[in-house]
């Protein structure tokens, strides 16, 4: 049973209701243009086949646009309803206040689209949604930059917009404490949107490629979070090692890399060396009989096909890349078994920029691109993300499986497999967690990086996503 709203609340949403009850179901041409912008933007996001409840649906213009496998709104104006009704009948619609909204039911996607400013109590209205929200479900706010709270009065002035009810204009960072106060984790923030309304060629240009330069300035701000959830049960884990050249560093491998959670399988993926390098793993693989180990060899080339061709091959409910140099020490991964186990994130990301690294760990020129890539990727992304180049990332098998499965949309462009699974995880907007850890220096054999070529390879790499993230 729903507790009584307080009456400061309660007439506040009285109110909203019967500025709605009373405003046309029928958009402007400037609002139905910023609609289907902002339709633009959320399919980017919202998985097609996703479940979606839009909060503050209003005549449904947002949500007909919004391609998703099912559709269900929520408004407190019945006439608003009424209207979407007939604009998208194949939905389902609820009259109901967000902050009084009881469903029972659970979806995969949550829209509050300029929904927050106009809401009586948001902290309430956010605690509210929990109860529809599942470990996976995704919250997206939109809400309007209010820098141009003057510029939008001028509009309303003059006649090109609409009148609206009282708003609160939260900033950014009054929505994510709020978020966090009612059990949310912010997961990325985003702005678009320099021209409100769709011009032929001048929108075009200012959204796509202006908006995510400046994006202090743009209209709209986008934020997605997920559901804050107690620590899960001991899970088990695939620890993926591609090995190349690596000889000296199988049986270490083995004897360093603990038993994690519910159980650990080690499997190795041998990579054309040119040395012993799968005669060890075949001798360690017989010789640790109570270590549940797997090997193989790769028939194509590249890290990013040995990775792809171990997950493959895992039973584990986490998966985990170690490399075969070792100099990210194996005895670290129980630090990103308990990020990924406890739910604290979905993507852990490994990180050696924090703590000082061994003398001969990495050279000058690499370190300094690094931190550069570090930079250019945390904008990317729309999170932070110190270190991309990291060999350990972590995540678990459903979350893999659902990149895997969307990997069309970035095609095969990664022969290194970090930028696949921190795009792919990106795209999905899973909660990434940058996981310090101590660099060591190489004990054995050389490194396969070629810095040059490599890093010419990187830079198209970024140049690649960013025409898929951000200039979309």
Not at 433 to 451: E, L, M, S
Request: aromatic share 8%.
């Amino acid at each position: 049973m729903t507790s009584p709203l307080p009456e400061p609340t309660a007439r506040h949403l009285e109110k909203v209701r019967d500025f709605y009850e009373a405003a046309p179901t029928e958009l402007r041409w400037g609002a139905r243009g910023y609609r289907k912008l902002l339709a633009h933007y959320y399919n980017l996001i919202v998985p097609a086949e996703s479940s979606v409840l839009e909060v503050g649906c209003g005549s449904g213009e947002l949500l007909a646009q919004i391609k998703a496998a099912r559709k269900t709104g929520i408004d407190l104006s019945a006439r608003q309803i009424a209207a979407a009704q007939l604009r998208v009948p194949d939905a389902r619609f609820h009259v109901a206040a967000g902050e009084l909204a009881e469903l029972n039911e659970q979806f995969d996607v949550i829209i509050l689209s300029d929904t927050l400013n106009r809401a009586a109590d948001v902290q309430l209205l956010l605690e509210r949604l929990q109860s529809s929200a599942h470990p996976g479900t995704r919250l997206i706010i939109n809400f309007q930059n209010s820098l141009w709270r003057p510029l939008l009065s001028l509009a309303r002035l003059l006649g090109l917009k609409s009148n609206e009810p009282e708003n609160s204009w939260l900033a950014p960072s009054d929505v994510i404490n709020l978020l966090q106060l009612a059990g949310w984790n912010p997961v990325c923030r985003q702005a678009r949107l320099l021209l409100p309304i769709p011009i032929p060629l001048l929108s075009p240009l200012l959204n796509r490629w202006l908006a995510p330069l400046v994006q202090w300035s743009c209209l709209t701000v986008f934020i997605v979070a997920r559901p804050v959830r107690p620590a899960a049960q001991p899970r088990t884990v695939s620890v993926i090692i591609p090995a190349r050249n690596e000889a000296g560093n199988i049986e270490a491998a083995v004897r360093r890399t603990a038993e994690l959670g519910a159980g650990t399988e080690l499997i190795f993926v041998e990579g054309h060396s040119r040395d012993d390098t799968w005669a060890q793993i075949q001798r360690v693989a017989q010789e640790y009989p109570d270590r549940k180990i797997k090997i193989m060899q790769q028939t194509g080339k590249g890290k990013g096909d040995a990775v792809r061709l171990g997950f493959a091959a895992a039973t584990g409910d986490i998966l985990m890349i170690l490399d075969a140099d070792l100099t990210m020490p194996p005895e670290e991964l129980p630090k990103f078994y308990e990020v990924i186990a406890n739910g604290r994130a979905e993507f852990a990301n490994g990180v050696r920029l924090v703590y000082p690294m061994d003398e001969e760990a990495m050279q000058f020129l690499n370190l300094c691109a690094n931190k550069a890539f570090g930079i250019i990727f945390t904008w990317l992304l729309g999170q932070p993300v110190k270190d991309t180049l990291c060999g350990t990332k972590v995540l678990s098998r459903h979350h893999y499986e659902r990149i895997a499965a969307n990997r069309a949309y970035f095609g095969d462009f990664d022969p290194f497999g970090d930028f696949d699974l921190l795009f792919g995880a990106a795209k999905l907007n899973l909660k990434i967690a940058d996981v310090p850890i101590r660099y060591k220096q190489r004990t054995y054999g050389t490194t396969n990086i070629h810095r040059w070529s490599h890093g010419w390879l990187l830079l198209r790499m970024v140049v690649f996503a960013a025409r898929k993230l951000k200039f979309v």
